[in-house]
């Protein structure tokens, strides 16, 4: 499995939001520029999350994006499933039923791929916020973040 860019700016964006005190709304420009993100296809891709469930806008002043639900309900899966991330193997492919090889290889990839979706969809952002966390603090650093 390849991480594209949209899947890769959407966990960072997701991330950032985590951070915000009391998950408080943060303008794109704000999260782009933290993120060293291009702004325009970084408020492409919150648009695809909102749709999903998985943040909310608000309008205003103090306006922006914030997570629509708590860093411990949001998977890495549904953020990838939400900008259409697919972690499918061998789209398409069909073994070829007369070679013992080709079931075998193809069973293989299954597990796999379940094994992977199943990791995908247990790692939440909270896990994620931890994990940077952790290394911060082993780096020395202390408030800079940037996934």
Known sequence: MKLTTRGHYSVKALLDLSLQPGYQPTSVKKIAQRQDLPAPYLEKLLIEMRRAGLVKSVRG?????????????????????????????????????????????????QRLHQKLKAALYSITLADLYYDARSWQAAQGEENNFVV
Not at 80 to 89: K, Y
């Open 61 to 109: 002043a103090n306006g922006g994006y914030q997570l629509a639900l708590k860093p411990e309900q949001i998977s890495l899966g549904k953020i990838l499933e939400a900008v259409g991330e697919t972690i499918e193997p061998l789209v398409n492919y069909s073994p070829d039923c007369n070679l013992a090889e080709d079931w075998v290889t193809f069973s293989l990839w």
